[in-house]
């Protein structure tokens, strides 16, 4: 930790550990309700749309067998509409196991009994109303056709061109089919402070081997459907290219795999309509980034390179490779850690013509600003090289995204000193999808649950062609970035990366053109948010550059003149050294990557979840943002996220601005609640003090993922919010409200807020802060609104499941914003007091 009189970080005081009162639940949903009132009504709709589907499956098997097609001996796929709000749990129950959930209620479920007997037997009881908890099939709305449920597994794009699918055209495409079979794990037992260690022994034997009989239960489920795939592929000639699944532990099983295949429009169409348990069907999406011009300057470099110090962070760049021999770059390079993923190549050199882009990627994580032409400089961390990008910028469809994050994570930790930081500057070159977390960006969420590590991601490049479009049919600048089209990349989505957006480095304008977007504001290209589930995406944004484009005249052209682009190191001597000649997020992400090696410099034993909460707590929005008409707000948020990030506010502090975070990963489980406590001196919170201060709070979680369920509090494990002090509410009546009352939320008392912990209760309407696992919110409060002390809650809710405790790190800011009162020492002076008397009172 650095010294106090380095303006350094401090602790936060956790001082109460306990089990928040929780609001939840609620009356029936009013259809619900009318179905428990028109019990016969209702069951016999379901009942007979129930013996509908058992024929129409029953006929399709017939047709199978007669057209000698591969036969499938599991169950049958039925596609509900269940109430909205209800736990979907319940469905096993009837019968049905969970393939996957969908939006507004719906989902996919399973069955292997044709003739749906339990189904009918549990609506035969609703009906009757003579037996306890008959009521589940009230909540049942609809059994839906089978074209309702091809659409709900069809990617937009492949339900937009299946009737032109050829049947004896060749298709790659990713399918994700649930595995779970139903099947739950028994609760680890864990040793009571006064049972004996026989005791205690016997019942662990029990336990595992219940979870040995589960286990196998569930590997012959998985090993099933596997086959199953294996026998429709080599039916059709089709290839299997890769799998990927969850790694089973003992507290949970995977609940899905994924698959990559080369098939024909036959075999594709086959498993669509016959294989009860997929949930997603796409197109394999291209992975690449654009070419660049070439470039022929002549640039004089009289420099001195001095390598990094030892102890530097080692940052892994997942890219087109390197050119490791680059005077820029070569001091910095781990060689003997250098690998290629690309299948039959070895190289590990950026073999993208016109200046390379993973030498050009590294060049920006190492020269985050101007590029120095003279003297010396040292470098701040060292690079690791991970090529898998072909020498025209692209990934082989042969690698499996997915199956390739894992490949690099494991590599790592194989390594003696393993990195913590991955720089991602790749992606697909279209808008991700809104019904499932990928299986790219679920790796990466999952890998950094596992790992503890941090994913700097690009939000991704819109096409030039779809600029034009956009701009042609009357969306100009900045209105075609909120278009479809325009949305955030796949992995760009994902909870647990850094989705790093690009903004414009310069004012440009001559006679002629103008710069699409002048400076710090969002660029030309730089995709928007929110993300899945409304999730805030981009993160945060750095200087990638913008496009400038013709005034008048007919065609429109976009071109880079060198005032707009950042300046980056390229791969020589094809050309210069460095230039100013591409723009893109590919560039603004490793900015940030920067910034995380800093953090990570400062305070190497810390959490990357730490690292990921100090890059948004350092991001401020830019004079322009802030000074926007409030209603604007919603549209700067989708694309600037939490502002520009800043690698001093980041590591440092100053007399008006004080930072408080948590060392070390904590961890909390559904139903419990972490209460932290800053105290706040009298010659700030006194009446009559109008001081304008700055409260900033960023709370950085991670759960396990799981992809056949939707929205954040589904498809992670245990989902966290945090809320925090009221104007003048002081300790006791904060605690109070956490753990007793639960209080109402929509107290007048709260302060103004900029985005809220629920939609429409801050400034930025109809987004909440809760929808993350990067939690970052900001107020402007008078000195006098605050007590004696000011207080945070970190609270764990429902996921599901609720043996996995959620990982967090938190950070709180204060600051003097019209540096009119030093803060930090006075703020400091009192903590140091707090944290001697270290007490955690334990709240039952």
Not at 223 to 252: C, H, K, M, P, W
Not at 570 to 590: L, M, N, Q
């Amino acid at each position: 930790m650095p010294k106090y009189n380095d303006f350094g970080h401090l602790s936060i005081p956790l001082v109460l550990k306990g089990k928040p009162k929780l609001h939840g639940g609620g009356a029936l949903s009013p259809k619900t309700y009318d179905n428990r009132q028109n019990r016969v009504n209702h069951g016999n709709y379901i009942k007979k749309r129930a013996t509908e589907l058992s024929r129409f499956w029953k006929e399709r098997a017939q047709r199978r067998i007669d057209q000698g097609l591969p036969q499938i001996q599991s169950g049958i796929p039925i596609l509900l509409e269940i109430d909205p709000n209800a736990n979907v749990e319940f469905l096993r129950g009837l019968g049905f196991e969970i393939v996957a959930e969908l939006p507004e209620g719906f989902i996919i479920v399973a069955s292997d009994d044709v003739d749906l007997k339990l189904f009918n037997s549990k609506i035969d009881d609703f009906i009757a109303n003579i037996k306890k908890r008959c009521n589940s099939p009230a909540q049942i709305y609809a059994l839906c056709d089978e074209a309702d449920r091809l659409k709900s597994i069809l990617s937009p794009k492949l339900y937009t061109e299946w009737a032109t699918i050829s049947e004896n055209s060749d298709y790659y495409i990713d399918i994700g089919v649930s595995c779970s079979g139903g099947i739950m794990l028994p609760p680890q037992p864990f040793k009571e402070d006064d049972e004996t260690e026989e005791h205690y022994q016997k019942r662990y034997n029990i336990w595992r081997q219940k979870f040995i009989d589960a286990y196998m239960q569930w590997d012959e489920i998985k090993e099933e459907r596997e086959q199953i795939i294996e026998s429709f592929v080599t039916a059709y000639n089709g290839e299997i290219l890769d799998y990927i699944d969850g790694a089973a532990d003992l507290t949970t099983l995977p609940d899905s795999f994924s698959v990559r295949l080369k098939v024909n429009g036959k075999c594709l169409k086959d498993l669509a309509f016959n294989f009860p348990y997929i949930f997603e069907i796409l197109f394999s999406s291209e992975v690449t980034v654009p070419s660049f011009p070439a470039n022929n300057q002549s640039i004089d470099i009289n420099i001195d390179i001095t390598p990094p110090s030892f102890d530097s962070p080692i940052i892994s760049v997942i890219d087109s490779g390197i050119q490791e021999e680059h005077k820029y770059i070569a001091p910095a390079i781990l060689q003997e850690d250098s690998i290629c993923l690309i299948p039959g190549e070895s190289n590990t050199s950026d073999c993208v013509r016109h200046g390379g882009h993973g030498t050009r990627v590294t060049g920006a994580i190492l020269y985050p600003n101007d590029i120095p032409r003279e003297g010396t400089y040292l470098l701040p961390c060292w690079i690791r090289n991970i090529r898998v990008l072909d020498q025209n910028n692209r990934m082989p469809l042969e690698l499996y995204p997915p199956k390739l994050i894992r490949s690099i994570v494991q590599e790592n930790y194989k390594k003696q000193n393993p990195s913590k930081i991955f720089n991602h500057s790749i992606g697909c070159g279209s808008p991700c999808e809104l019904k499932h977390m990928s299986s790219w960006a679920a790796e990466i969420d999952y890998q950094s649950y596992l790992n503890d590590i941090l994913f700097i991601q690009s939000s991704g490049n819109i096409k030039g062609d779809i600029i034009k479009a956009y701009i042609k049919a009357g969306y100009y600048y900045p209105n075609y970035l909120h278009r479809e089209l325009s949305r955030i990349c796949d992995p760009a989505q994902s909870l647990q990366a850094i989705t790093v957006g690009s903004i414009a480095i310069n004012n440009y304008e001559t006679e002629d053109s103008i710069a699409l977007g002048q400076k710090d504001e969002p660029s030309s290209f730089s995709r928007s948010g929110p993300g899945i589930w409304d999730v805030i995406k981009p993160d945060v944004v750095e200087y990638g550059g913008t496009e400038v484009i013709n005034k008048t005249g007919e065609p429109l052209t976009l071109t880079t003149p060198e005032d707009v682009c950042p300046e980056l190191i390229r791969k020589s001597p094809e050309g210069p050294a460095f230039s100013k000649d591409v723009v893109g997020t590919s560039f603004s992400a490793p900015k940030v990557t920067y910034i995380a090696s800093q953090i990570e410099k400062t305070f190497p034993n810390a959490p990357a979840l730490l690292y990921r909460a100090l890059i948004a707590q350092s991001a401020h929005w830019p004079e322009w943002a802030i000074a926007s008409e409030k209603d604007k707000y919603p549209e700067i948020l989708r694309t600037i996220g939490y502002g520009i990030p800043d690698v001093t506010r980041a590591t440092q502090n100053n007399d008006y601005r004080i930072t408080f975070m948590t060392e070390n990963i904590l961890e909390i489980g559904e139903g419990e609640a972490h209460v932290f406590r800053v105290p706040i001196p009298e010659e700030l919170s006194s009446v009559g003090e109008d001081y304008n201060v700055l409260v900033e709070i960023t709370l950085s979680y991670a759960a396990k993922p799981r992809r056949t369920r939707r929205g954040v509090k589904s498809y992670l494990s245990t989902w966290l919010d945090w809320c925090c002090s009221r104007i003048g509410e002081d300790y006791t009546t904060f605690t109070r409200r956490i753990f007793e009352t639960g209080g109402s939320i929509d107290d007048d008392g709260d302060f103004e807020w900029v985005i809220g912990d629920a939609i429409n209760r801050g400034i930025i309407s109809n987004f909440s802060r809760k929808n993350g696992t990067l939690q970052k919110d900001w107020a402007i409060i008078k000195s006098h609104q605050l007590s004696d002390a000011f207080c945070i809650a970190v609270r764990g809710h429902k996921g599901w499941g609720s043996l996995f405790k959620a990982k967090y790190s938190l950070v709180v800011s204060f600051e003097a914003i019209d540096q009119d009162i030093p803060i930090y020492e006075p703020i400091r002076s009192m903590v140091e007091v707090e944290v001697e008397n270290n007490e955690i009172q334990v709240q039952i």
